[in-house]
Each structure stands twice: as C-alpha cells, then as structure tokens.
C-alpha cells in the first residue's frame, strides 16, 4: 500500500484562526479523501478530493470552511478556516487502491486543538 | 441511508481468551466491507477486507471474520488474543461503485496479560 504522510502531526490554535493540513503520498493516486475524526467518534468523510476540479464535498461540510486543494495526483491539502473549538478533531487523509481504488488506506492523521 | 453498527463499545479480555466483535450494516445492495485497527499512537491500519467469495476472510495477525448476508452481519473474529492485540477497531461499509466509506463507532479492546 501506498505510503501516506501528513503535516503537521498536531497543533494548537486560537479561535478564529485557519490550519491547512498537508496530505503526501509517495505514489499517484487517483481518489484522495479527508476525514475528521471527533473526539470519542468514529470517522466521518468531509470530501473526495478530486484532482483537477472541485472537492465533492458530504453533507454537513462546504467549502467556505473546509477548502480542499488537489494540484496534482501525489498531494492534496485540507484547510479548516475560521475555526472554533468545536474543530477540535483528528483529521485524516486516506487514498484508495485496488482494482477500482475501492480500498482506502490511511495517513497518521492530524489531531487538532481549538482553543 | 448506509450505516454500520458496532454493538460493543468497550471490551475487556484475558490474554488467550476468543475475541468476536459484532459488526452489522443497513444497506439493500451489494457492498463492500471493512476491518480497520488502530493501536495505541498509530494509525488505522486495515486488518481485512470482503469483496466477494469466500464469505470467510482472513486478515492479518490471526485475525478473522464472516460475512452473513442474511443478518447483514461481518463480525470478526481471532481465537486468542494478546495483550499485542489492544486497540481500536472499526468495522466499514462502503457500496459497490461508490467511494463513500461509512464507519462504525468503533470498539476498543483492553487485553490483559
């Protein structure tokens, strides 16, 4: 499976401010997608980014808060704008592979803190 | 709507003990399904997969599990743990041709020696 890295690994920050979250893989793929994980929750998909067009953003989430950048089929970054402690998350990328990428493997995430 | 079910929050063993973790789904199609673990300060790892055939899947570390389309079930299972074994393990879903994948809440496991 394809090696998956992310940055930063953590962070603090203040209300109101924007974290952007690095997503890096060292092979081509063609699904990218981010996922949130919240305190004491399972894992929720925030978008499929897409390379070459706009994320395909899920229910709950718009890009005005989440943008999500796809420049090429090795990178994708996760922005999370404007933030409030309710933020507070690990956020995760995973690529899928396989025949029709329909197996998603996962970065170590970034465990984000709101204050 | 596809959801996914894991009825054991938090489970607690002896080493050597059997292991089996319930994992139901609610969705009419064909689908996809999922074992993932995540031990202590790592990252989620995938344990197994069922695509199709075999309705018995074996993963990685003993582990295994059994999807009964009947009771739209896919629980797993290992028949002895070790401490090694402690985690987070989440069961998940996705339907054929689509990339959503839904997760279950997850279950953690404490093993102790």
């Known amino acids: 499976s394809a090696v998956i890295s992310q940055k930063p690994s953590r962070d603090i920050c203040q209300r109101g401010t924007s974290l952007t979250i690095q997503c890096q893989v060292d092979s081509q793929v063609t699904m990218m997608f981010w996922y949130r994980q919240q305190p004491g929750q399972s894992l929720t998909l925030i978008a499929t980014?897409?390379?070459?067009?706009?994320?395909?953003?899920e229910s709950g989430f718009v890009i005005d808060k989440f943008p999500i950048s796809r420049p090429n089929l090795t990178f994708s970054t996760l922005t999370v704008s404007n933030m409030s402690p309710e933020d507070s998350s690990i956020y995760l990328c995973?690529?899928?592979?396989?025949?029709?990428?329909?197996?998603?493997?996962f970065g170590p995430g970034t465990r984000l803190t709101v204050l | 709507a596809q959801s996914v079910s894991q009825h054991n929050h938090h489970v607690i063993l002896s080493e050597a003990a059997s292991l089996e973790l319930g994992c139901n789904y609610s969705?009419?199609?064909?689908?996809?399904l999922f074992w993932y673990v995540q031990y202590p300060g790592q990252h989620l790892q995938l344990l197994l997969k069922?695509?199709?055939?075999?309705?018995l899947v074996k993963g990685i570390k003993g582990f295994e599990a059994e999807f009964i389309k009947s009771k739209f079930s896919f629980n797993l299972r290992k028949p002895s743990v070790q401490w090694s074994d402690t985690a987070e393990y989440f069961c998940?879903?996705?339907?054929?041709?689509?990339?959503?994948?839904?997760f279950g809440t997850g279950t953690r496991l404490q093993v102790f020696p």
């Open positions: 969705y009419g199609g064909t689908v996809n």
């Open positions: 998940a879903v996705n339907a054929v041709n689509t990339d959503k994948l839904i």
């Open positions: 980014a897409n390379q070459g067009s706009e994320a395909t953003y």
């Open positions: 995973s690529v899928g592979q396989g025949a029709n990428g329909d197996t998603q493997y």
């Open positions: 069922y695509f199709s055939g075999d309705p």
